[in-house]
């Protein structure tokens, strides 16, 4: 018994320090990257710690993740060269503490096979194989899917996801109202990480309530967990209510869906169309429409406002249904889910080999589960009916795996047990080299050249237009869709108003007559920009002398001065 405890225990170690080493290697090769949505986290973020509640306070973008960012650029006030080094060794500590969070929840799936074991005749999963799946199903999940290498809340939301799921099982067997009350509070932490998460509340919490038998301390318990929850949210909900003057815990899904019941509906310069989508209250203001000339200096702070706040510059989108449009995204969900279900084939082959070996015993024994496979379900569901990418159902792929690799049984004394060490072990390691080989393919990608601008090229830019007499708070325009434009948020610069012109209208905009273009930088002067940034103009415009190449980067600037 101890030497078999003992030979858990190393081996769990040897898991968790492969986990940590991966994960520290995907962030690595990531750490000069940046995405449009990190940019406006890292913006809300600067905005709590400076206490500046109007650009905090936002019904689109989601606080937790924005905490954690605004804290690392408060205590540690990175220069332009390490700031996104900084966000990535954030990431990196979001990523161990789900690693963690993970290990509980594997932890309270073994401590309830050990207790309660609904097939005493069958065998389950031996500790260290039970194990070696259940990291390597959080490898997948946590680099291939939500990849700790993008500046995004995935990993961060997981975290709470993974607890709530881990107390679950814990509370299926064993009533304790401090851990009901925790679980109400897990769950508004994981509506500050994701606002998916307040309506799945509601449902996490009837999971708990059906996941064992209906008693008095049960019922008392869910109402405690169902207060703590209320609680924890309510000062955040208020706030945010009131700063939108309407009831609402978020915007996100409500300009999700419209986006998909109008595929042709613009997220940025939302003007009204196509008609039906509603009636802009206070949209970014159109200076010219040939070429698209826009202006935003204001009331929205932050680098770039049309997308630090879209749930302000798409106020009066309505929410319509269309079956058809429904048809369509789920069918597009479908799709989604076959191609990410292949992508982990690994772990689905290891589980129909397990399936055979331990026939229709373990189904029954699955079945038991079923808490963590509704609970995998309800985010499984939800992202169905409004849109599917990977990293959205990460957190609900761990859950589900670790559902049903902990329902795993075979006859005991069989010598099934020892076959399914080496099954488990063969999956472990076809996971890691999946694993291996998306780590590869972002290095690769890292490494190569292409035609948009570099992290690199973004720290160039912005020391360079420091260098040409740019100081933080300068406000600057662009030419195409600033939310790329990451030099800016480097810089400090806020981005006001930009020429909305991208791929082929690009082309188009630069070979219209030169008095046209003077027009538009004429429109954007007017906005208060001091200077207007393009990224790799044609060679006509290079060769003009009022265009400056900044700092051996593709990026180009010309000084709006009249």
């Given at each position: 018994m101890i030497n078999s405890l003992k030979k858990t225990l190393l081996n769990e170690r040897f898991f968790l320090i492969v986990c940590i080493a991966l994960g520290a290697v995907q962030s690595w090769i990531c750490r000069y990257t940046m995405l449009t949505d990190g940019m406006s986290y890292l913006d809300i973020g600067d905005a709590y710690f400076h206490r500046d509640w109007a650009g905090a306070l936002n019904a689109y973008w989601s606080p937790l993740y924005s905490w954690f960012l605004g804290l690392a650029m408060f205590l540690f006030r990175p220069s332009i060269g390490w700031e996104f080094i900084t966000v990535h060794v954030v990431n990196f500590v979001i990523y161990v503490m789900a690693l963690f969070c993970a290990?509980?929840?594997?932890?309270?799936?073994?401590?309830?096979?050990?207790?309660?074991?609904?097939?005493?005749?069958?065998?389950?999963?031996?500790?260290?194989?039970?194990?070696?799946?259940?990291?390597?199903?959080?490898?997948?999940?946590?680099?291939?899917?939500?990849?700790?290498?993008?500046?995004?809340?995935?990993?961060?939301?997981?975290?709470?996801?993974?607890?709530?799921?881990?107390?679950?099982?814990?509370?299926?067997?064993?009533?304790?109202?401090?851990?009901?009350?925790?679980?109400?509070?897990?769950?508004?932490?994981?509506?500050?990480g994701k606002g998916i998460n307040f309506p799945l509340a509601f449902g996490f919490l009837a999971i708990l309530l059906f996941s064992g038998r209906i008693s008095s301390p049960r019922v008392a318990g869910v109402l405690l967990a169902a207060v703590s929850f209320l609680s924890v949210c309510s000062p955040f909900v208020y706030a945010l209510s009131k700063s939108k003057g309407r009831l609402t815990v978020g915007d996100t899904g409500k300009l999700v869906y419209s986006a998909l019941v109008y595929p042709n509906k613009a997220q940025i310069h939302w003007q009204g169309d196509p008609p039906g989508s509603g009636v802009p209250l206070h949209p970014t203001r159109k200076l010219m429409d040939n070429p698209p000339v826009f202006e935003f200096a204001g009331p929205v702070h932050g680098t770039y406002p049309p997308w630090d706040d879209p749930s302000y510059w798409n106020d009066g989108t309505r929410w319509n249904f269309r079956l058809r449009s429904q048809i369509r995204v789920l069918v597009q969900s479908a799709l989604a889910y076959t191609r990410i279900f292949l992508q982990q084939s690994a772990l689905i082959v290891g589980l129909l080999v397990f399936l055979l070996l331990g026939g229709k015993p373990a189904l029954k024994a699955i079945a038991w589960n079923w808490p963590l496979l509704a609970a995998a379900g309800l985010g499984l569901v939800a992202y169905s009916f409004v849109y599917v990418i990977p990293r959205y159902i990460a957190a609900s792929m761990v859950l589900l795996f670790v559902g049903l690799f902990g329902g795993i049984r075979f006859p005991k004394?069989?010598?099934?047990?020892?076959?399914?060490?080496?099954?488990?072990?063969?999956?472990?390691?076809?996971?890691?080299?999946?694993?291996?080989?998306?780590?590869?393919?972002?290095?690769?990608?890292?490494?190569?050249?292409?035609?948009?601008?570099?992290?690199?090229?973004?720290?160039?830019?912005?020391?360079?237009?420091?260098?040409?007499?740019?100081?933080?708070?300068?406000?600057?325009?662009?030419?195409g869709l600033g939310n790329d434009d990451h030099w800016a948020r480097l810089g400090r610069f806020k981005i006001v108003s930009e020429i909305a012109v991208a791929g082929i209208e690009a082309r188009q905009f630069w070979a219209v007559p030169a008095e046209r273009r003077d027009l538009a930088y004429e429109c954007l002067r007017r906005t208060g920009a001091k200077v207007v940034v393009a990224w790799n103009p044609p060679s006509d415009a290079k060769d003009d002398p009022r265009w400056k190449k900044i700092a051996g980067t593709d990026y180009y600037a010309l000084f709006l001065s009249r």
């Open positions: 290990r509980f929840l594997l932890h309270a799936v073994l401590r309830a096979l050990r207790e309660h074991n609904v097939t005493p005749d069958l065998a389950h999963l031996s500790e260290p194989a039970f194990l070696a799946l259940g990291y390597a199903v959080f490898l997948c999940c946590g680099i291939m899917l939500a990849d700790v290498g993008r500046v995004l809340p995935d990993l961060l939301a997981a975290c709470p996801v993974f607890l709530i799921a881990g107390c679950l099982v814990e509370l299926r067997t064993h009533h304790s109202l401090l851990k009901y009350a925790l679980f109400g509070a897990l769950n508004a932490l994981a509506y500050f004394d069989s010598g099934l047990g020892r076959i399914s060490n080496y099954v488990a072990t063969a999956v472990a390691l076809v996971a890691l080299v999946s694993v291996l080989g998306h780590i590869a393919n972002t290095a690769y990608d890292t490494m190569t050249v292409t035609a948009e601008p570099s992290g690199q090229d973004q720290i160039r830019t912005a020391v360079g237009l420091e260098n040409l007499g740019l100081r933080a708070g300068d406000k600057v325009s662009v030419i």
